[in-house]
C-alpha cells in the first residue's frame, strides 16, 4: 500500500503561484515514478505533469510547459509541483499520483494509487 497527501492548494490571483506537494509513505520503493493530474467540475480528468524517481526525467502537458515545474526529493518522498503565471483556467482539484512503470506517464491506467487531492482556485 501507497499513501500519498497533497498539500499546499489555495486561493490565488491570476498570474500568482502555488506550490503544490505530494507526500508518500508505506511501500515507495517499488514505485518508479509520480504523476500530478487535475480535474475541474464538469470536466474530464487531465495529465498535468510526471516525474520518474530514479532519474528525475519529467513530462509535461502541453498547458504546463513553460509554466509549471515538477520535482521530486528522494529523501523525503515528496514530489512538488511549482506553478507560476497561473489561469483561472488552472482551477480544479489537483491530485498526485504513483505507478510503478513510466510506460505513458500522461494517462491515468498508469497510476494505481491516487492522493484526495487539493483544491487550487485561480481568481481573474
Known amino acids: 500500500q501507497v499513501q500519498l497527501v497533497e498539500s499546499g492548494g489555495g486561493l490565488v490571483q491570476a498570474g500568482g503561484s502555488l506550490r503544490l506537494s505530494c507526500a508518500a509513505s508505506?511501500?515507495?520503493?517499488?514505485?518508479?515514478?509520480m504523476g500530478w493530474f487535475r480535474q475541474a467540475p464538469g470536466k474530464e480528468r487531465e495529465f498535468v505533469a510526471a516525474?520518474?524517481?530514479?532519474?528525475?526525467?519529467?513530462y509535461y502537458a502541453d498547458s504546463a510547459k513553460g509554466r509549471f515545474t515538477i520535482s521530486r526529493d528522494n529523501a523525503k518522498n515528496t514530489v512538488d509541483l511549482q506553478m507560476n503565471s497561473l489561469k483561472p483556467e488552472d482551477t480544479a482539484i489537483y491530485h498526485c499520483?504513483?505507478?510503478?512503470?513510466?510506460?505513458?506517464?500522461?494517462?491515468?491506467?498508469?497510476?494505481?494509487?491516487w492522493g484526495q487531492g487539493t483544491q487550487v482556485t485561480v481568481s481573474s
Open positions: 499520483a504513483s505507478s510503478r512503470s513510466w510506460g505513458s506517464p500522461e494517462k491515468a491506467y498508469e497510476y494505481d494509487y
Open positions: 508505506g511501500r515507495t520503493i517499488s514505485r518508479y515514478a
Open positions: 516525474i520518474a524517481w530514479t532519474d528525475g526525467r519529467t
